[in-house]
């Protein structure tokens, strides 16, 4: 079963990636760059068919445990980062653009690292507030949104260095926008189905629970970074500041607030 083969799945992929990445990186001849966005490719579509084999075998949605949401951040990471490399490897800065794909790889990889280094038992149970039709668009939704933000901070400190040791390019925060705008998005989504999620589940929209209360703080921060855009577009430097701050926030939420002593009470709690 696929259940016992993660760390076998997880080695190919990361070998996958590494392998792809450097033949991309190492030269610019058109066949060996095709060939290695194609390993890469692989490695991306191998993690996604482990995580749906994955999903028919335990018969819920892999999105339990942290352990789980891991599998889903390395997928989304991966595949990201693959399609802005191709995306802007031709009409932005193609060393950029291999950064970009070189962090996201890397973390990926660092997640699928640290599932291997603390396996996750993969129980098939769900427990009954689990067993909703909003669990699955909220944690996909909100995974999505926390890819892109993400991206969105690592363009902000690109954008800090160009502008205190480099010339500052007006496309860094351009992107940096379009990343916040749809991430913003989607983290609005997740918000809007965790609180119908809480409605069916516990009978309440929200109550002010430790992580709904740090996944509004978070909202907040973008928001603050979306209104000081469009009130003060000439201005980059806080903006690229705020979205620093913001992503700190966000991994607050995300699960840092499991380690909270407040939070060991919180109905989150399961996922850890």
């Keep these: 079963m696929i259940l016992n083969d993660f760390t076998q799945y997880a ?107 603390i396996p996750d038992n993969f129980d098939k149970t769900l427990m009954p507030a689990l067993q909703s039709i909003w669990f699955v668009p909220h944690v996909i939704v909100y995974i999505f949104a926390y890819n892109l933000l993400g991206l969105s901070m690592i363009v902000a400190i690109i954008g800090l260095y160009l502008y205190y040791f480099r010339n500052f390019e007006e496309s860094v925060i351009k992107l940096a926008d379009n990343l916040v705008y749809i991430g913003f998005a989607f983290l609005t989504f997740g918000l809007l189905f965790g609180a119908l999620w809480a409605k069916t589940a516990w009978g309440h929209y929200w109550t002010w629970d430790p992580k709904e209360t740090w996944a509004f703080i978070t909202w907040l921060m973008y928001l603050i970074y979306i209104h000081y855009r469009h009130n003060k577009p000439q201005k980059v430097v806080t903006p690229l500041w705020t979205l620093s701050l913001a992503f700190f926030v966000l991994l607050i939420a995300w699960f840092g607030i499991n380690y909270l002593p407040s939070a060991q009470n919180s109905v989150h709690v399961y996922g850890s």
Excluded: D
């Design 11 to 117: 080695l190919i992929a990361i070998t996958t990636w590494l392998a792809g990445f450097i033949l991309i990186c190492t030269t610019k001849n058109k066949i060996i760059n095709t060939i290695g966005n194609s390993i890469i490719t692989s490695g991306i579509t191998l993690l996604a068919y482990f995580i749906i084999v994955l999903w028919i075998q335990l018969e819920r949605p892999p999105m339990r445990t942290l352990g789980e949401t891991r599998l889903w951040y390395s997928l989304f990471l991966s595949l990201i980062g693959m399609i802005i490399y191709l995306r802007w490897k031709k009409r932005w800065y193609r060393l950029l653009s291999l950064v970009f794909l070189a962090l996201f790889l890397f973390m990926g990889a660092l997640f699928l690292y640290i599932n291997i280094k």
